[in-house]
């Protein structure tokens, strides 16, 4: 299985066009978050009908999930919490996105975690966790946003700036892949990186960069490897390593 | 200030059951309606573009002020409830504050297409996502949906 990790496109077309492109080329596209851009002239409104689309003409080409991160904030859920409401839409779609598990063949599952916004999200996001794990396959795979603290896929140059909480789910759950993005940095600078190893599990970060081509990781879980390439260069790591060597 | 469910409480309810058409693509404008409860979907050409949850939602209002037939057919998705107002144009003579409101709405669309061709220009130049542009269009116009809010009360100052 061949998948590609994007996040944090924030409303860039071209970069949005890129994933298109290349969604041909892979078993499964994973798109971390932060898709909108509330920094952007374009009101949201309009932002979420062309992401829609992209969603759509991606996911004519490979399997496509999607989870929300902070940008993708709209409305409020039935808790009263911040929530990226219009993902019910790509939902209806046809598209797994948050709160939904994505089984694939009989060996993965792909956990697809929201951004949660207070103690009820939090709490359902744990409750998915946890009955994923009673049905974990061979492979268990999280999309998750914001990655976890002390790590240095969320290492911004002059701080760590990750989840408490992921970090702790990873410790309890032991997941064997987590996908992540939100924090820009990390790929690019000293101490940074765009993986990481917490105990057995692979936490991923591809980051983000100005221009026509996303920063992207791509995993090859044939091969064994995962490689991050950007503006910077490429580089790639052997998911067969054990834990520590 | 009043909002739509205060402004046309004193109209007809009308009851349609999932599949019936509420209006058809090319017929003759005229009547307004309100989305009270259940979900309704546009289809162009056959083709469906939208599908409305949004209590609230206006329909027919586009075309009664254009004076032009209906461009989509709108469709019960499950069974529906919307208040019904047969003569749209002596509604909307007789109430400054109704027509306030659908001005807005058909304002707030405008402004979504507006922003997003001119982001496209700068962005894009000649590139292949302009292959979407009439398909977008088509959706903004039809779109109906709570507007969309952003912000985060868990990191309401993010760094990214």
Same mark, same amino acid.
């Given at each position: 299985?061949?998948?590609l990790l994007?996040?944090?496109l924030?409303?860039a077309?071209?970069?949005f !066009?890129?994933v298109?492109?290349?969604s041909? $080329?892979h ?9 909108? &851009?509330i920094?952007?002239s374009? =009101?949201? $409104?309009?932002q ?10 991606i ?7 999607v ?7 709209t409305?409020? &859920? ?10 019910d ?6 598209? @797994?996105t948050?709160g $939904? ?8 599952l ?6 949660w !916004? ?5 709490a359902a996001? #744990?409750a998915h966790l946890?009955?994923?794990? =009673? ?11 914001w990655? @976890?603290?002390d790590?240095?896929?969320s ?7 990750g989840?408490?909480d992921?970090?702790?789910?990873? #410790?309890r759950?032991a997941p064997?892949?987590?996908?992540t993005?939100?924090v820009h940095?990390p790929?690019?600078t ?12 692979w936490?991923?970060n @591809?980051g983000r960069?100005?221009g026509?081509?996303p920063?992207?990781? #791509? ?13 910077a260069?490429q ?5 067969r390593? @054990?834990p520590g060597? | ?8 409480d004193h109209?007809p309810?009308v009851?349609?059951?999932a599949?019936?058409?509420l209006?058809?693509?090319g017929?003759d ?5 309100v ?6 979907r *546009? ?8 599908? *409305?949850?949004h209590t609230?939602s206006?329909?027919?209002?586009m075309?009664?002020?254009?004076g ?9 998705v ?6 019904h107002?047969a ?7 007789s ?8 001005a ?5 669309r ?8 001119a982001?496209?220009?700068q962005?894009?130049?000649?590139a292949?996502?302009?292959?979407m542009?009439?398909d977008?269009l088509r959706?903004?116009?039809q779109r ?12 309401p100052?993010?760094e990214?």
């Amino acid at each position: 299985m061949r998948i590609l990790l994007v996040s944090d496109l924030h409303y860039a077309l071209r970069q949005f !066009d890129f994933v298109v492109d290349a969604s041909t $080329d892979h078993d499964l596209v994973v798109i971390a978050g932060d898709h909108l &851009d509330i920094g952007s002239s374009v =009101e949201l $409104d309009a932002q979420i009908v062309v992401v829609m689309r992209y969603f759509e003409l991606i996911a004519s080409a490979s399997t496509v999930v999607v989870s929300s991160g902070n940008h993708d904030l709209t409305g409020h &859920d039935a808790n009263g919490e911040r929530a990226a409401v219009w993902l019910d839409e790509v939902r209806r779609g046809g598209i @797994p996105t948050d709160g $939904d598990s994505l089984r694939i063949s009989d060996d993965t599952l792909v956990t697809i975690c929201p951004w949660w !916004d207070g103690p009820a999200g939090r709490a359902a996001v #744990e409750a998915h966790l946890s009955a994923d794990a =009673e049905r974990r396959p061979a492979r268990w795979i999280w999309v998750y946003h914001w990655p @976890p603290v002390d790590s240095p896929t969320s290492w911004t140059g002059s701080k760590f700036y990750g989840d408490p909480d992921l970090l702790g789910w990873i #410790e309890r759950f032991a997941p064997d892949i987590v996908l992540t993005g939100h924090v820009h940095q990390p790929p690019f600078t000293p101490a940074g990186s765009w993986c990481d190893r917490i105990g057995d599990t692979w936490v991923f970060n @591809p980051g983000r960069q100005i221009g026509a081509i996303p920063t992207r990781i #791509e995993i090859d879980l044939g091969d064994g490897t995962a490689s991050w390439s950007s503006l910077a260069g490429q580089e790639q790591v052997d998911l067969r390593v @054990p834990p520590g060597a | 200030m009043a909002d739509i469910f205060d402004l046309t409480d004193h109209l007809p309810e009308v009851h349609l059951v999932a599949g019936e058409t509420l209006i058809a693509e090319g017929g003759d404008p005229g009547a307004i309606w309100v989305l009270m409860t259940g979900s309704l979907r *546009v289809l162009k050409n056959g083709t469906e573009v939208n599908v *409305v949850t949004h209590t609230g939602s206006v329909f027919g209002e586009m075309s009664l002020l254009l004076g032009r037939p209906y461009t989509a057919t709108v469709e019960a998705v499950e069974p529906c409830v919307l208040r019904h107002a047969a003569d749209g144009a002596a509604l909307l003579a007789s109430d400054a504050e109704m027509t306030r409101l659908i001005a807005a709405g058909l304002a707030e669309r405008l402004a979504f297409v507006t922003t997003y061709l001119a982001d496209l220009k700068q962005q894009y130049g000649d590139a292949p996502g302009l292959a979407m542009v009439g398909d977008v269009l088509r959706r903004l116009e039809q779109r109906r949906a709570p507007r969309a809010v952003p912000g985060s009360a868990r990191e309401p100052d993010p760094e990214y």
